[in-house]
């Protein structure tokens, strides 16, 4: 199902307001009159090692500096999961797309157990498609990725110009250009229609340089949209050394804060690494670069463990009034421990507690 870019026009117009009318989808079955924050969080020791025996009074949390008391906690190896891989097929992928691809099969391999976990796959360029719905079907996500193409038209900018930046043509009844990389609208998209709905561990997976050359929204949305849906979003760099040309790879400056919300030419490349471990930094997911020493394998293998030794927290906020974001901090009562975990939510969107 590819997304148009009218359809997104409209869901971007509407999405402010809606947002801030509707809550997130609960974890658990809840009654109605009480409020809870639900976090999911992954501790570390000073190895790097996952440590899976705390219990709840191994914990402090706060909330906007307030001390809160932890009412639920459970360790989630078992919870079902919802996986969405967003995948960059832009240009500037063409040369890593094929291991992507080789590795996205073997992780969902691994990772989906049938009957009990889903997963969604969702490709993005100039335009954001989803190519397999919510499944748990082995065949089906294999059969989508078999679909991964860079579109033929794809090229790299000319004099400086990286794809999708200045060049002439039209893309998505925009009035846009032929290349770009739409990877903010994908986050959205990806969050606020398809995770937004499900309960229990959610997770997006992204496979970029990280460089968003075209979408409507802004990387601030795209980090909303996933905080707003309770999804973790895990980002995986791995990119081209060439793929944008003279341009050197992913070593320009950006704007806004680390991402740009347009495409826009005179060859300067946003950094694609500030981006992605900024999506990931604010959702609680992690960030991780492809590399010699780390192979996407290996990648992979990090995070299906993540994903699977997770702890639970939930908590009733002292504060019930006011609006906005609100900062948590979750730590550890021993020394040397490292809880990654996202760092707030919007006070409108908590879940319903037990």
Known sequence: MKISRRSLLASCALWPAARLLRGQQPDTTFSTDVKVVNVYATVRNKQGQIVRDLSKEDFLLDEDGRPQSIRYFSREADLPLTLGLLIDTSGSQRNVLAEERTASRRFLEQVLRPEKDLAFIIHFDSEVELLQDLTSSREKLEKSLEQLRVPQEQRLGQRGQYPGGGGGGQRGGRGGRRGGTDLYDAVMLASDELMKK?????????????????????LADGVESAQRADTLVYSVLFADPNGYGRMGGLGGSSRRGGGWGRGRGGGEVPDGKKVLARISGETGGRFFEVSHKQPIDKVYADIEEELRNQYSLGYTPDRKNGAGYRRIHLAAQQKGLVVQTRDGYYAGDTSTAP
Do not use: C, E, P, Y
């Not at 499900?198 to 802004?218: H, N």
């Open 198 to 218: 499900q309960k229990g561990r959610k997770a997006l997976i992204i496979l970029s340089d990280g460089v968003d050359t075209g979408s409507k929204m802004t």
